[in-house]
Structure formats: C-alpha cells, structure tokens
C-alpha cells in the first residue's frame, strides 16, 4: 500500500455496542495485515469482551466501496491493493473506476487476474488535458493512431466533425468516466 497517510484503514465496531447507544471501537490499519483471515481475527480478539461479536464496520478510508460494507470485507481486498501498488497513481485510479463502474468487480465472478488482463485490453488512458472533452480528444486520438484521415487531402481533413465522431464512439464501443476512456470489449 503505497503510504502511510493513504493506508486503508477500517473502524471497527459491534453491532451490539452500537444498539446499545456505543460508538466503541478501534481503527485497524490494513497494511498491518496481509489477508482478511488474519484482520477479522485481530477484530474479534479488540471485540473479546462480547459473547459473540456481530462486527460493524462504522467507518473507512483509503477503500474502495465496492470492496466494503458496514458489516463485510471482501476477501479480494488485499489482492487489489497489491495489484494496485504495483501500478502508477494515474493507472490505479483507472483501474478503480473499471472495477466499480466497468465491469463491476468483485460481483463478475472474475478472478483478480483476469480482471487485471482485462482492464489492461480495455484502458485507453486518460484525457482532459488540452481539451475540454476528453472524449473529443480521444477521437483526435483515435484517427491520428488509425490513420483514419491519413489518405484525405488536408482540404478535406479540415472539415471532418471530430465532437460528431467523438459522440459515436461513444454511443457503443467505448465508455469514459472522468477523463478515463475505456474500450467496452
């Protein structure tokens, strides 16, 4: 996990505490931990003044949501933060947006790998920068990288409709969210 001031940590409560009018817990640091067996035991160890702990994670930081809930941690948690370590900051962020808003990981039964292979096939790279639209500059892109235009007089090349273009790439094919453009194969 990449630093200390952007750890995923987790506070942990019960549910009984909690209904019996306590916010009593303790915040777990995820990096002290290398699987999810070995957390959930710390926790009901914090927690072994309760008979049987119904634990209640009350807050989080540095997670993904689709990763956690109030009362859940998936078991693939550790394995995207070491894949996502292993990635620049810009490409750790795409490959959070493709998980939770392409392809809705953990919940389609890929494994981890095969998630990763496929959001490197898919991702197309981030853009925003010169221009407004990101999806207007990946349509320049994207018929420079082609050569779409190559064989067109420079007369012509003027007047092709790049914004046009932009939004048929888009109805069906590719997908962006904020500035992160993603092929939808």
Known sequence: ???????????????????????????????????TKEF?????????????????????ENIPD??????????????????????????????KIYCEQISSWPGNGKALDEQVESFQESYRGHFGGSMRDAKVEYAYQYVDE???????PSLLERYFDYEAYARDLFLEGYAEVDGYVFADY
């Open 1 to 35: 996990m990449k630093s200390v001031e952007n750890a995923p940590k987790i506070y942990v409560g019960t549910y009984g505490m909690y209904n019996s009018g306590s916010l009593f817990g303790k915040w777990f640091d995820l990096t002290d931990y290398a699987e």
């Open 40 to 60: 959930y035991q710390d926790c009901y160890e914090y927690h072994r003044n309760e008979f049987d702990p119904e634990l209640m994670f009350q807050d989080w």
């Open 66 to 95: 689709f990763l956690i809930s109030e009362c859940s941690l998936d078991d693939s948690v550790f394995q995207y933060f070491q894949a996502s370590d292993e990635m620049d900051d810009d490409t750790a962020e795409a490959f």
């Open 146 to 152: 082609t050569g779409m235009l190559a064989d067109a």
